[in-house]
């Protein structure tokens, strides 16, 4: 029998069976009383998980449509301050061009962000700040709460990405002064791939664009939101929102506590593992700065062959990810978001410590053995 292979990705993550069967059903008719509670329980639970009361939407379309959703509504034409260390800082940039006058605060990926030039932008008056709160492409986990803080100290608009720590890590979207806080289903939610939800607070609703798109006009989704039944503006993929339901569900039963700090206790043997072999976490975190608790980037030993390393251990059934761009055969990345415990872990650091091993890098110590005194 073929068995599907372990995807240690930082998106998409194995599913829950719960939530793949809730997919799998007759179609309804999405302006009914049945998809408006489907639709009630996802915003219900999502909001707890986003720590906020603010007005929270779901809308069809992967992460990414979340951030521009964002940018589009908030940021047309504004100044727009866009913190970047990595690839999804970066593409909230690039999204903030297309809208406003976008300027880049760019560190190296991976390392600290510069506030001191945040600050200095928002002394010149810049409306909006974009932060991705933890950063995918390097594994580090940006200061939301400072950046928050410093953006209403300047009365700006705080875009937060959380895309990859919603659901994983903490979040507190209203405690942190956080304006549109998004999150993608096929991250920490352990929901398929296709649907991102966004909360919009009061102050953001205040400064909305006269000039909103039309897909992703979030004054539609909120009319719609509004109405009994709940409903949004245009057909949702509704089979999408059957299956977030579901993972909302299993994250409500879970409790955000445990669930954050299983993550937190994967991402720790993980770590614990890379210490073990000898190897450097690619992130340069500072007193600010933290290594991220839902993926961890390893940078390579010399000498071991991106391609040759992860074929190893996919044929062994499991994916985990290479970097991206500038990064790609520099570092490798293990997912620890979703669904996943002690048993995933263990199979997929003992597949990469036996990869490197036979790739000829001399493992310092016993990775599997570090990674279990955390777990254990
Ligand atoms: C995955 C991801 C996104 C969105 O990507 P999609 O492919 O559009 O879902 C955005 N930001 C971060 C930090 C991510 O990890």
Known sequence: MEKEPLLMLPGPVPMPERVRYAMMRQAI???????????????RVLKTVFGTTNDLF?????????????VANFGRDKDIACLVNGK???????????????????????????????????????QVVTLVHNETSAGIRNPAQEVGRLARRYDALFVMDGITSIGGDVVEADKWDVDIAIVGSQKCLAAPAGLAALSVSTRAWERLSKNPPYYLDLAAYRKSAGGKPMETPYTPAV????????ACLIIEEEGIANRIARHRKMANAVRAAAKAWGLSLYPKIDAKHAYSNTVTAISYPENIRDSEMRDIIKKMGIIIAGGQDHLKGKIFRIGSMGAVGAPEILATLAATQHALKKLGYKVQGDGIQAACEVLA
């Open 58 to 70: 779901v809308i069809s379309g992967s992460g990414t449509a979340g951030m521009e959703a964002a």
């Open 88 to 126: 999804f800082g970066e593409r909230l940039f690039k999204i903030s061009q297309r809208y406003g006058k976008a300027h880049e605060i760019a560190s190296e990926w991976g390392t600290p962000l510069n506030l001191a030039a945040l600050e200095e932008r928002l002394e010149q008056g810049v």
């Open 239 to 246: 089979p999408l929102f059957l299956a977030l339901r579901e």
């Open 29 to 43: 008719n999405h302006r009914s009383a049945e998809f408006g509670a489907v639709y009630a329980d996802c915003v």
